[in-house]
């Protein structure tokens, strides 16, 4: 481990001694980086891990002489969760800053009000936030692409593991925000093709105090499994309510915004035992030393910890991914709008922190289900599911 | 290892005898009607404690001020993170952090009073509920400063087991809702019956101008509306956190739901804050429970418009008052 941790820091060494002198000898044109996250407001809990990571990159590219010697230049803008804001945000780097690239938005909503805005501008948007709507139908989004799994994928990811486990009925769970409606219209259209009924379809909304009724209702049918679609304090209080009315004979399932372990904190006792499908980005201790995910995501976990000294969320590494394929883009192509759209378009085997992209002209989003790992709260923590 | 799926019961976080709670729960899985009507009946009870709470605290202050104190919900908000602050952070005892929390937030209300109603000496009554509004904005961004987005749970008053009654299952946490909204309604019935100071705000309420002629200071009696309506929203922050969690911006819905169970209770009527709220909290959750769960917030509301078409008043409110008040 020792000998390892030194070999880091020769190699770090050996990069930085390569790139100063060049980077110090001719200061080269920096490449912009346009940026949209919700920092403050409802979606923080995106937006703001998202902020530190891409915060963090930049900083480490430029330390290392930037790409290609041009040092990096991100304009980052927080639309406070806010779908006007956002829009104007996004302008804003198109006509004033004048981006080449977008990064961001982080909510679904945001992100879909601004399609339209990036399509007539052909400045090609990666975004961070899930919804499958964002890249589809993809003739109509053609400058869009997203680095977060799909909800279909989770949900395929989930319905696999209820099926394996012999479980044919269950009742979902949704909160009325554009998350929980996106999950909640995929677990629906996807349920008949796998041979799953719903049997009971119960929403509430984002900052609701109680989830008991809905769950009572559930009570009262013979679901044999609770899928649970939401973000937020929401899901924690879903999960809380849950074990509080001795329900965890009906195993619990949430989504893949389950991802923080202060997540597991702040239910107590109460997570133990409830599924999610997860991004291995979270679960850097259990990903299989031979997955090709393994490396990026330990670097990834050291030097965010490191530099921040909190343990990072799911979401910042959306942040990772969709700053990185842009980097790896200008790398290739430089600040070309178009290029870097067409370049991004056949990427593939971009190893990320959320799975292994393969994009094409007929997927935007380059993931499968497979970017997808079951887990099961145990003690406290993460575990692989059995 | 053998998939805990389906099957049996898996032993849990629930202490030694988990596995016994469980099998005698399996058998009652399918829970019978009755049970869901309790359960609902529970919940929406509990959650309606907290909105007639939060009702009770505006009708305090527009008594006295005929204002409508948009900061309401975020007295609930400091509450609740003040109260986790106390008992996790600084691991108090729960009695002693409960009375600390208190009396912080009631020290709270009375600051607001005095830093930004107090000095605007002649200003409307809408300038002072816009500066309510102002002031919700700073306490919410002053407690995003200092507790983050993140949201805050302690562990409940009296263990987290609950209770079986008709199948239905009630966490202990909402009983001392029950309790304190209890004590609450009794202690408040009290001041304002039995005390002078109680009888001296009825007065202001009644008419400011001939309360001030025979004596009453009103200025104080503002003062003493605005600490007492942080109070009980410190009450209701630190009863409600156990059950629902709490973080920065909770505190807007609460004063709209509370602001709607004032009006349907009658704007100044103080029982009927709390009927109205309580009746609130039972509508929404019966609505969850047997109607849908997707409209359960317009139930409430269109229910509180049809009540206000009816009676434009409120359910308790006075006809004859209400022509009067400026709101």
């Known amino acids: ?386 | 290892m053998e998939a805990p799926l389906g099957g049996g019961p898996k032993p849990g976080p629930l202490g030694p005898d988990s596995l016994l709670w469980c099998e005698t729960f399996l058998v009652m899985t399918k829970i019978t009607l009755a049970g869901q009507l309790v359960q609902y009946l529970f919940t929406g009870v509990t959650v309606g404690s907290i909105y007639a709470m939060v009702a009770v605290g505006f009708n305090i202050i527009y008594n006295v001020t005929d204002i409508i104190n948009f900061a309401q919900g975020e007295f609930v908000m400091l509450g609740g993170l003040i109260m986790v602050f106390f008992t996790v952070t600084a691991k108090l005892p729960l009695p002693l952090a409960f009375v600390l929390t208190v009396a912080a937030v009631t020290g709270v209300g009375a600051l607001m009073e005095r830093f930004t109603i107090h000095p605007l000496k002649n200003a409307s009554v809408l300038t002072m509920i816009i500066v309510t509004i102002a002031v919700s904005i700073l306490f919410k961004g002053i407690a995003m400063f200092i507790w983050g987005k993140d949201p805050y749970i302690f562990p409940p008053f009296s263990g987290s087991k609950p209770l079986f009654i008709y199948g239905a299952a009630i966490q202990t946490q909402t009983l001392w809702v029950l309790f304190m909204t209890a004590v609450m309604v009794v202690l408040m019935t009290i001041f304002f019956k039995k005390t002078r100071y109680g009888k001296a705000m009825l007065a202001c309420a009644d008419n400011p101008e001939a309360a001030r002629l025979v004596g009453i200071r009103v200025n104080t009696m503002i003062l003493i509306s605005f600490a007492l309506s942080a109070a009980i929203g410190a009450v209701a922050g630190a009863v409600m956190t156990p059950i629902s969690l709490m973080e920065y911006d909770r505190g807007a819905l609460l004063a709209l739901k509370g602001f709607g169970a004032a009006v349907l209770g009658g704007l100044g009527s103080f029982y009927g804050a709390v009927v109205a709220g309580v009746l609130l909290g039972i509508i929404e959750s019966m609505c969850a429970g047997l109607v849908s769960s997707g409209y359960k917030d317009a139930v409430a509301l269109i229910l509180l418009l049809l009540v206000l078409y009816v009676r434009p008043s409120g359910l308790f409110g006075n006809v004859e008052a209400s022509k009067i008040k400026e709101f």
Not at chain 1, 127 to 150: E, G, H, L, M, Y
Not at chain 1, 227 to 239: D, E, K, M, R
Not at chain 1, 248 to 272: D, M, V, W
Request: glycine share 8%; with cysteine; net charge neutral.
């Open chain 1, 1 to 386: 481990m020792k000998i390892k941790g030194r070999a880091i820091w020769i190699v770090l060494t050996l990069i930085i001694s390569l790139a100063l002198p060049f980077s110090c000898t001719k200061e080269k044109e920096p490449y912009k980086v346009g940026a949209v996250f919700s920092v403050t407001g409802r979606a923080s809990f995106l937006g703001e891990p998202e902020k530190k990571t891409v915060d963090m990159i930049a900083e480490a590219i430029n330390k290392v002489g930037g790409i290609n010697g041009h040092p990096l230049e991100l304009v980052l803008y927080d639309d406070e969760s806010d779908e006007t804001k956002c829009v104007l945000a996004v302008k804003r780097l198109i006509k004033k800053d004048k981006v080449p690239v977008i990064i961001g938005p982080s909510l679904s909503g945001n992100t879909l009000a601004v399609v339209k805005v990036v399509n007539d501008a052909k400045v090609p948007l990666v975004s961070c936030a899930a919804s499958n709507k964002i890249v589809t139908p993809v003739v109509d989004r053609k400058w869009v692409f997203k680095v977060p799994q799909s909800d279909t994928h989770a949900v395929e990811k989930i319905y696999d593991y209820l099926l394996k486990n012999g479980i044919k009925k269950i009742a979902i769970m949704s909160v009325s925000t554009g998350f929980g409606a996106s999950g909640r219209e995929e677990l629906l259209r996807l349920a008949p093709e796998v041979g799953i009924e719903i049997v009971a379809d119960e929403r509430y909304g984002p900052k609701d105090t109680d989830i008991t009724a809905q769950l009572t209702r559930i009570r009262g049918t013979d679901a044999q499994a609770i899928v649970n679609w939401s973000v937020g304090p929401t899901q924690v209080l879903a999960v809380k309510n849950w074990h509080d009315l001795g329900m965890t004979n009906i195993p619990f399932y949430q989504s893949h915004g389950f991802g923080s372990r202060k997540n597991i904190e702040l239910a107590g006792g109460a997570a133990e035992g409830v599924f999610c499908p997860l991004g291995r980005v979270n679960i850097p201790d259990l990903v299989p030393a031979d997955n090709p995910q393994k490396k990026v995501i330990e670097l990834y976990n050291k030097a965010y910890q490191e530099k921040y000294h909190e343990p990072l969320s799911s979401f910042g590494g959306h942040g990772w991914d969709a700053l990185n394929l842009v980097i790896d883009a200008l790398r290739a192509v430089g600040p070309d709008s178009a290029k870097i759209r067409d370049y991004i378009e056949n990427r593939t085997n971009f190893i990320g922190q959320h799975g292994v992209f393969n994009f094409s002209p007929t997927d935007h989003n380059g993931l499968t289900k497979e970017a997808f790992e079951m887990v099961v709260v145990k003690d406290g923590d993460w575990a692989l599911a059995p």
